[in-house]
């Protein structure tokens, strides 16, 4: 089961999170080198710390989609394919109920920070603004989330047809 316009946002958050890895590393080369010449950059420090929760918020989703995250599989490959997608259901629903709390509080978070107006310590940069980022990027991860359950639910309720 697949849901193109998911597919399509998890590509682009994909894009995203390639974008702001490759600049955390240019902007730290560039900032090593100009801190041996006595030029650091002011604020690298920060930029890439917001770079860094933008890499995590962008790649989430693609990444449990194509099953890139750690799993211990070895009991659950001595299963059988029921009791394994059982497994399954039971984890990722879990995950998603976790994930649906952070991805809201997150939500919270970011509004309450937006109207106390608190900016970052050297850029004076709005946080909220990377806090809601990181709040979208969880909420497409829990929209991944909850179509693998969906997906396990039907593989489950073909295995009981056979």
């Known amino acids: 089961m697949r849901f193109k316009p998911l597919d399509n946002i998890s590509r682009i958050l994909k894009l995203l999170g390639a974008v702001a890895l490759v600049c955390m590393m240019l902007l730290t080369v560039a900032d090593v080198i100009g801190r041996f ?4 950059i002011f604020g690298s420090v920060e930029v890439v710390g917001f770079l860094a929760a933008i890499l995590v918020a962008a790649a989430l989703p693609y990444t449990y989609k194509a099953d890139g995250h750690v799993g211990v599989e070895i009991l659950l490959r001595l299963m059988p394919k029921k009791h394994q997608l059982r497994v399954n259901i039971l984890t990722r629903s879990l995950s998603l109920v976790l994930f649906s709390l952070i991805t809201w509080q997150m939500f919270l978070y970011a509004r309450d920070i937006h109207e106390t107006g608190e900016v970052s310590m050297n850029l004076e940069f709005p946080i909220y603004y990377i806090v809601y980022l990181l709040a979208v990027g969880l909420l497409i991860f829990s ?6 359950v969906f997906c396990d639910i039907k593989q489950l309720k073909e295995l009981k047809i056979k």
Request: glycine share 0%; hydrophobic share 50%.
């Open 143 to 148: 929209a991944t989330i909850l179509t693998a």
């Open 37 to 40: 010449f006595k030029y650091p």
